[in-house]
Structures are given as C-alpha cells and as structure tokens.
C-alpha cells in the first residue's frame, strides 16, 4: 500500500510541473491596458463640451488645470471633431506631461486625421529624446486608422534614435502591420554579424551601437510581433520562417448579417 501510495505522489508531482497546453504563449511586456474610449457624442452635445474645454483651457493656470480639463473632455465623450484642437495642443504645448496626456487623448479618439500630428511628433528632433511622450504617441499612432504606414516610416526607423525606434514598434504592433513583420523580425535577437570574420563588416562602433538601440527596443519588439501574428519569437529565423509560410495576413472573417 505504501508503494503504491509513493507511486501516486509520484506521478502528480511530475504532472504538476507540465506546462499547460491550453495556455498560449505570451510575451514578458505589453504596454498598459487603453482606457475604453467614451460614449460617443452626437455633434451638437461635442460643439457644446468642445466650447466649454476651450474656456477650461485657456483659463487653466498651470499645467495640472489643463490635463484635468483634457480629463473633462475626455469623460464628456468622443467626436471626431475633438481631433483636431487636441492636435494643436499636442504640438504647440510647453509642458511635456500636457503633450503627453494629448497624444493620449488622441488614441482614445483613434481618428485618423491624427496620424500626420502623431507622425510629426515622433519624427520632430526636438521629441527624440523623451522616451514616455513618444510611447504615447507610437500607440496613438497605432490606434488612429489600420492602414499601413509602415512603407512611409521605415526609413525613419532606421535612422531614428532608440525611442523614436521603440515609437514606431509600438504603432505597428497596435495597427498589427503585418508590412512590418520582416524588420521586427531583424530586431529579436542580440545584434551580431552573420560571419564575424569577414572584412566587409561595419566596425564594432556599429555593432555597439546597434547592441544599444536593440537594448532599449527588444521588448516592444517581442510584443509587437505577437500582437501582429499571435506568436512569440525568440530567433531572426523563426521569423522569416513565419514569414514564408504566411507572406499575408490572413482574411477577415465577414460577419453574418442579421436576418
């Protein structure tokens, strides 16, 4: 009895170790979870909240009054019509944490006659290096409109500092690009030259460089690719080996009509 007992134990110690096989794999980051946009306003009740925010704002004496009366349009609702005058302040504002609480404001819109004001943002020289504004302002990105941008903007990532690199990741992975699959993927894993012995490599300052960027990046990264595809990858190869057996993102099922 006592044998079979052990035996038991046993085998439910060694069950109780298995990983799940319903549990998909997820990646280590995500960014913080989008507060759900408001209920959305008809276009008188947005002229009227639109017109009070503008009196709030402009009568704001610091910074806090007018993150609060952002705050205030925000719970008021969404309208498009919002767009527009939040991406004024985005740009024109002195205070970044103002700036920041625009770009957010924007996403929560999710329209897309943002993307030029967001795009300008992240590209502006003078944002390269504030790291949380340009965050906001790559998932804004990412929200306002599904179409490609990728095209437009990859020779911006490549020449872009570390943030406006992360930025950019960020709208891909929220718009799910698939365009962008393939340079997400030549940013998984540690930097390094595919035949180190060769004279035709970048000197070390390159690789140096480029260790520093995929540092600041590699976790967006990893959460893009899966937010795009739904996997996890951990190697250049097994992305292109995705790529090659799903060259296209795969077809929307149409929703049935209600009879």
Request: one cysteine or more; hydrophobic letters at 35%.
């Amino acid at each position: 009895m006592n044998r079979l007992y052990s035996i038991l134990l046993c085998v439910l110690v060694s069950v109780s170790y298995l990983p799940a096989q319903d549990d998909e794999e997820r990646p280590a980051w995500a960014p913080k979870t989008s507060a759900k946009p408001g209920q959305k306003l008809d276009k008188k009740k947005a002229k009227e909240a639109l017109k009070s925010f503008g009196a709030s704002f402009k009568n704001a004496k610091d910074p806090k009054e007018r993150i609060a009366a952002l705050g205030s349009l925000e719970k008021a609702g969404c309208n498009d019509i919002f767009a527009k005058p939040v991406g004024k302040i985005l740009l024109r504002d002195k205070d970044l944490h103002v700036r920041i609480a625009a770009a957010q404001f924007l996403g929560q819109l999710g329209h897309k006659s943002s993307k030029s004001v967001l795009v300008k943002v992240i590209l502006d020289r003078k944002n390269r290096d504030e790291m949380e504004l340009l965050m906001a302002a790559g998932k804004s990105l990412g929200l306002c409109g599904k179409k490609s941008n990728f095209k437009k903007l990859e020779n911006d990532f490549v020449r872009g500092s570390s943030h406006v690199k992360r930025a950019l990741v960020l709208s891909w992975g929220f718009s799910k690009d698939w365009h962008a699959i393939e340079l997400l993927g030549q940013w998984i894993e540690r930097p390094a030259p595919a035949n180190p012995s060769s004279a035709s490599n970048p000197p070390a300052s390159y690789w140096q460089q480029r260790y520093r960027e995929w540092r600041q990046i590699r976790k967006q990264v990893e959460w893009s690719l899966w937010s795009i595809t739904g996997k996890v990858f951990y190697s250049k190869k097994e992305v292109k080996a995705f790529l090659k057996k799903n060259p296209k993102p795969p077809k929307k099922s149409k929703k049935r009509k209600k009879s």
